[in-house]
């Protein structure tokens, strides 16, 4: 189990600075372990890998979405003839 979710018990303190002074520490862990997590996932190339993914398909849709286009490339003007196909 991971050491930040462990549950703190605090029992007694004898002055109210003590338990600010815990709880000042507590947060700073945290502050600390939520910093390093950031800095690991800026660093991760997860990132970069999605952005790739979505502009791939971003350029697939517009594929999809424009067979017209295509077709008019491949119909030959008027007056020309047309290509053979190549395989």
């Not at 372990?33 to 996932?41: A, C, M």
């Not at 849709?61 to 047309?82: C, I, R, V, Y």
């Amino acid at each position: 189990m991971n050491s930040q979710y462990v549950r703190r018990e605090v029992f007694c303190c004898e002055t109210c600075d003590e338990l600010k002074s815990f709880w000042e520490k507590e947060i700073s862990k945290q502050t600390c372990y939520r910093q390093l997590e950031e800095h690991r996932q800026g660093r991760s190339a997860l990132k970069k890998l999605r952005e790739e993914w979505r502009q791939r398909l971003e350029k697939r849709l517009q594929m999809l979405d424009s067979p017209d286009e295509k077709e008019k490339q491949a119909d030959p003007a008027p007056g020309e003839l047309p290509r053979p196909p190549t395989s």
